[in-house]
C-alpha cells in the first residue's frame, strides 16, 4: 500500500470551507437585491438559489480553495503582516457578505491558509493558487494577525475566479444535476487555472485524492 498522501488532511479542510462558503454565497444570492450583489452572484442568481446542501456538498469538492485574499499580491501581504491594524480599502465597490459573515468566513479561509502554507508551502501554492512571495508571508503570521486581519480587511474575501462566468456557472448546474462527470471535468480544469495562477505545475494524477474517479 502506498503511503497516505500528505496533502489529505489540508484538502479536507479546503472542502470544509468550500461547503459553507458556496452556502453562505447561494444565502447571499436570495436574501439580496440584484444591483447589490457581486457580478458572478448575479449573473448565476438563479443556480446559487437553486443550490440545496447536497448540491452545495458536490460543488465543494473542487480541489482547490474556492474564495480568494490577494494571494497574488505579495505587497499587499507584506503590509498587513507589517501591520495588521492597517485599513485597506475594499476590493471592489459591491460587498460580497454583510460584514459578519464576511469577517467569519475571512477567518476561517486565513485559518485554511495558514495551516497549508506551514504544512508544506508547495502545497499551498497549488490548494490555494498564492505566489511563493504570499506563502512565505502567511506562513509567518502570529496569532494575533489571525485575529486582526479579519477584521480589518474582510471585503477582499472574493470568489476565486470570479472573472471566470462559464466556470462558475457550469460548476453551480453540475453540482446542481449531480452530474459526476462534468464535476470531474471540472476538477480538471481548475488545475489548468491554479497552474495558470500560480505557476505551480500541478499534476492530476500525483493529486489522485483531490480528483474523483467517475
Known amino acids: 500500500m502506498p503511503p497516505p498522501w ?11 470551507f468550500n461547503e459553507r462558503f458556496i452556502q453562505e454565497t ?7 437585491d440584484a444591483s447589490t450583489l457581486p457580478d458572478m ?31 497574488r499580491n505579495e505587497a499587499w501581504w507584506q503590509r498587513v503582516q507589517s501591520d495588521a491594524s492597517w485599513q485597506s480599502g475594499p476590493a471592489v465597490s459591491v460587498r460580497h457578505f454583510p460584514r459578519r459573515r464576511a469577517v467569519e468566513l ?6 485554511v491558509a495558514w495551516y497549508t502554507t506551514r504544512q508544506d508551502t508547495r502545497l499551498a501554492a497549488g490548494l490555494l493558487a498564492m505566489s511563493d512571495g504570499v506563502t512565505r508571508a502567511v506562513a509567518k503570521l502570529s496569532l494575533r494577525h489571525l485575529r486582526l486581519i479579519p477584521d480589518h480587511h474582510h471585503q477582499h474575501l472574493r470568489l476565486r475566479w470570479e472573472y471566470l462566468s ?7 448546474s453540475a453540482a ?17 487555472l491554479a497552474d495558470a495562477d500560480s505557476g505551480f505545475a500541478v499534476s492530476a494524477a500525483d493529486s489522485d485524492p483531490g480528483i474523483p474517479d467517475k
Open 26 to 32: 447561494a444565502e447571499v444570492a436570495r436574501e439580496g
Open 106 to 111: 475571512m477567518r476561517d479561509a486565513l485559518i
Open 166 to 172: 462559464s466556470f462558475w456557472g457550469r460548476l453551480l
Open 41 to 71: 452572484v448575479r449573473i448565476h442568481r438563479d443556480l446559487w438559489v437553486a443550490l440545496d446542501p447536497p448540491a452545495c456538498h458536490r460543488a465543494s469538492r473542487c480541489p482547490f480553495l474556492l474564495a480568494d485574499i490577494q494571494f
Open 6 to 16: 500528505p496533502g489529505g488532511p489540508c484538502l479536507e479542510l479546503v472542502y470544509e
Open 176 to 192: 446542481s444535476r449531480d452530474d459526476a462527470e462534468a464535476l470531474h471535468d471540472l476538477h480538471l480544469h481548475a488545475y489548468q
